[in-house]
Structures are given as structure tokens and as C-alpha cells.
């Protein structure tokens, strides 16, 4: 069983704003998830929960603000340009550097992300899926790889893979195209994906997107085994409230790029602010 450590600092934003053009996507945010905890970002639709994971992995660079990984400072930035003029939120002035990392840095760095649409190589079978993303963590390119260069870290490749697969469930699959595995083997091969890059983060943006109750339930048991299987820390985005509500340590609540609460599951589902955040969605809808 992995020994949570509380306190030890896993990912850590500080003052993030994301700002496109005129539009404040994530405003001022600070968020901190601590080694092997699960920690859920919450918010209505457009709330910005995506944009904040796509600043974390390196897809965007915030507009002001800073991300630390394990106590690092891995990305910071401040407006410039026509930025200086349009910027529209807090700590203008507060961060000097330009720190940025791409998405294959920071995978390597122990940051793994799964994705709100699915993103696997569809053609390909289920074992080439998770043998490119192991290849995404190492030196060894498609060239090496495909033709054997290295033959040892290769033959390790291949066996981490298959055992990565049978440790999820999918060993049987192996062989199969991954476009033809059912919704919610598809999700898990997705998993697969990012354990495969060997993450001591995991990001999960809505894991449970088209899944029905029982299928929900399967996940956030199987969030949880391999939470302790992988020694993960887990960050996720989720709509199912059960889901969040069952799974989480901590929770994160935003709403127009803002944080409005944090707390554990209990205070966050009594939270006034939450509840009007979420029915004056559903109201508008
Ligand atoms: N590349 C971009 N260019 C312009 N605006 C963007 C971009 N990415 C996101 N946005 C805007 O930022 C806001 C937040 O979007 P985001 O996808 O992060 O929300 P979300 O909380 O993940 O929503 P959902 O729960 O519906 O997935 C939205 O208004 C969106 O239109």
C-alpha cells in the first residue's frame, strides 16, 4: 500500500490567470495537491477546469502566474506584448521570468494527463498504444524502437507494457484496434496510456464522461486501486458528483476561472456558493 504523505507538495499553482484576448479563462488561481492525495477540480460548464490542466502540462502558457512540480518551479510567465494592456486580473507586475516547459518535458517529468475526448491511436492495436506512450517517457524514438536498436530496454519496453496490461484488465485485448474496444475498455486503455509513462501525477480530465452509474462506480474503484498499486497522486476533473464526491481527499470548486470553494467532500456539497453555482447553470439551461 502507498504511505500517503500529507503535506509533501505534489503540484502547486500560484496565481495562474489564462487570459485569451480579452476573455479570463482561469483568474488568479492558487491550488495545491499534496503526494498521494486525490484532489478534484469542480465547476460548471466553461469554468475553466480544462484550460487550468492544459497550463499545467505545458499545452498553454498562463498569462501571469507560476506551476511548481515537486517544490520546482516548471513554468511561470507574465503578460506581454498587447497582453500588458488587456490584462484583466490580479498580481500584474508580481512575476518576471518566462519558465516553460513543453508537454513532452513535463510528461517526462512525472506528469501524466488522460484527456476529456478520447485520444488513442485508433488504428492501432491496444499493446502499440501503451508501447508509444512508454516510448514518450525514454530516449528511444519510433526508429530505435521499431527497429530494435536498443534490444534490451526494448524487450523491457514490451514486457512493462504486457504487464501494465494485465495489472488493468486488458491483457486479452492486446492484439485488438483500439477504436474497436467498447467506451469504457477504451477509457481504461487511455489510463493505460498515461501509466505507461511511468507519472507520479496523474491528471484525469473527466474520466467518467458517457459512463452510466455502475460504470461510474467500476471507476472510481479502479481510480483508487491504482492510486495505491502506481503510488499516484491524483488530480481530476470530473462532472459526476458521486464520482467526486466518493473519490475525493480534497475538492476544488471554480466558477469563471475563479476559485469560490475548497474543502473536503462534506463541506464542499453544503457550501451556499456551490449550490448556487451550479443551480444557476442548470437554471440558464
Ligand atoms: N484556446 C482557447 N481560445 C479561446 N478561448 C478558450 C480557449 N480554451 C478555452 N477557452 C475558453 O475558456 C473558458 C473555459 O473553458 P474550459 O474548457 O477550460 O472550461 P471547463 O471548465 O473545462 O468546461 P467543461 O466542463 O464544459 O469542459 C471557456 O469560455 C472557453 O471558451
Given at each position: 500500500m502507498h504511505e500517503n504523505v500529507k503535506g509533501e507538495s505534489m503540484l502547486r499553482l500560484e496565481n495562474v490567470t489564462m487570459q485569451f484576448g480579452g476573455v479570463v479563462s482561469v483568474n488568479n488561481l492558487s491550488m495545491e495537491v499534496n503526494k498521494g492525495e486525490i484532489v478534484s477540480l469542480i465547476g460548471p460548464n466553461g469554468a475553466g477546469k480544462t484550460t487550468a490542466f492544459n497550463v499545467i502540462t505545458g499545452v498553454y502558457a498562463p498569462t501571469n502566474g507560476a506551476v511548481y512540480f515537486k517544490g520546482e518551479k516548471i513554468i511561470e510567465n507574465y503578460p506581454k506584448g498587447k497582453m500588458r494592456k488587456l490584462y484583466a486580473s490580479e498580481n500584474y507586475g508580481k512575476y518576471k521570468n518566462t519558465i516553460e516547459k513543453t508537454p513532452d518535458q513535463i510528461t517526462k517529468l512525472g506528469v501524466a494527463r488522460t484527456f476529456q475526448n478520447i485520444r488513442l491511436f485508433k488504428e492501432l492495436s491496444v499493446f502499440e498504444n501503451v508501447l508509444i506512450a512508454k516510448h514518450m517517457r525514454q530516449r528511444a524514438n519510433l526508429f530505435s524502437a521499431t527497429f530494435m536498436i536498443n534490444y534490451a530496454e526494448e524487450k523491457k519496453n514490451r514486457e512493462d507494457c504486457m504487464r501494465l496490461l494485465e495489472i488493468l484488465g486488458l491483457a486479452d485485448l492486446k492484439d485488438e484496434v483500439a477504436s474497436s474496444l467498447p467506451y469504457g475498455k477504451q477509457r481504461r486503455l487511455e489510463i493505460a496510456r498515461a501509466l505507461a509513462t511511468s507519472p507520479e501525477l496523474l491528471l484525469l480530465d473527466e474520466?467518467?464522461?458517457?459512463?452510466n452509474p455502475q460504470e461510474t462506480m467500476e471507476l472510481t474503484q479502479f481510480i483508487r486501486r491504482i492510486k495505491d498499486d502506481f503510488k499516484l497522486t491524483v488530480f481530476l476533473i470530473e462532472h459526476h458528483m458521486n464520482l467526486v464526491m466518493d473519490i475525493s481527499d480534497r475538492i476544488y470548486v471554480i466558477d469563471f476561472g475563479k476559485e469560490i470553494a475548497t474543502g473536503i467532500p462534506a463541506e464542499i456539497q453544503n457550501n451556499p456558493r456551490v449550490i448556487e453555482a451550479y443551480l444557476g447553470v442548470s437554471g440558464d439551461e
Open positions: 474520466p467518467a464522461a458517457g459512463m
